[in-house]
């Protein structure tokens, strides 16, 4: 079974600087699936960025990129710039063929004006 | 094109008492997933819908869950009786094709009392 990892309940940032979240899993198969997703105050949660497993160039999306490190099983995600609106919970999330995502158990983020 | 959406955003219970969650997908979207995050802990799969059919339902914690999804569009899910550790946010997620990005509701807040 699939398993994720996200050692950091907390974090804070000032707004404008840069962070990065943690995540770690741990599976025994070769082309999978990993996403970082955003949970606002609105609790809708929004799909920030996905990275294939066989790509070895680390996915970005505007302000956001990971650090995907697939012999460590390692898949950070930095926000740079970052802005009020990010301040969010984030949830690291695994998925491999036809199963269901597995999540990890968030990390949330509060940027400081 | 409207998202997912889920009704009620909060409902309050007593234990002992029933309560059901609705979740109306994204028109034309073959699969419906359902997800739980009990308070600190991570978001778990509860079971997974192609159409109208039940394709996975492995998370679901025990018999008093029950899930359905009528005609392969809305789907309900139904907690009978409630209990204390039923309380927690109730996602529900669709999408056209398996592995395809999943589109994520803004969740139900059940809470037993």
């Known amino acids: 079974a699939q398993t994720v990892t996200q050692s950091q309940p907390e974090m804070s940032v000032q707004e404008a600087e840069t962070v990065t979240l943690s995540c770690t899993y741990d599976t025994s198969e070769n082309n999978y699936y990993l996403f970082w997703y955003k949970q606002p105050p609105s609790r809708q949660m929004i799909l920030v960025i996905r990275q294939e497993a066989y790509k070895q160039q680390n996915a970005t999306e505007n302000r956001f990129s990971v650090n995907f490190q697939k012999a460590a099983k390692s898949f950070s995600l930095k926000i740079s710039d970052s802005q009020l609106g990010d301040t969010a919970m984030y949830f690291c999330?695994?998925?491999?063929?036809?199963?269901?995502?597995?999540f990890g158990t968030g990390t949330r983020l509060t940027i400081i004006p | 094109e409207a998202g997912v959406t889920q009704f009620p955003s909060h409902s309050v219970i007593e234990k002992g008492q029933t309560v059901t969650l609705r979740c109306d997908p994204i028109?034309?979207?073959?699969?419906l997933y359902w997800y739980r995050r009990v308070m600190g802990k991570e978001i778990k799969f509860l079971l997974h819908?192609?159409?109208?059919?039940?394709?996975?339902e492995s998370g679901m914690p025990n018999n008093r869950f029950l899930a359905e999804r009528t005609g392969g569009t809305y789907s309900t899910l139904k907690v009978q009786p409630a209990e204390l550790e039923d309380s927690g946010v109730y996602f529900c997620?669709?999408?056209?094709?398996?592995?395809?990005?999943?589109?994520f509701g803004s969740g139900t807040q059940l809470s037993v009392l």
């Open positions: 997620a669709s999408s056209h094709y398996l592995n395809e990005k999943l589109f």
């Open positions: 028109s034309g979207h073959d699969n």
């Open positions: 819908f192609v159409k109208e059919s039940k394709q996975d």
């Open positions: 999330a695994f998925h491999f063929g036809n199963e269901k995502l597995t």
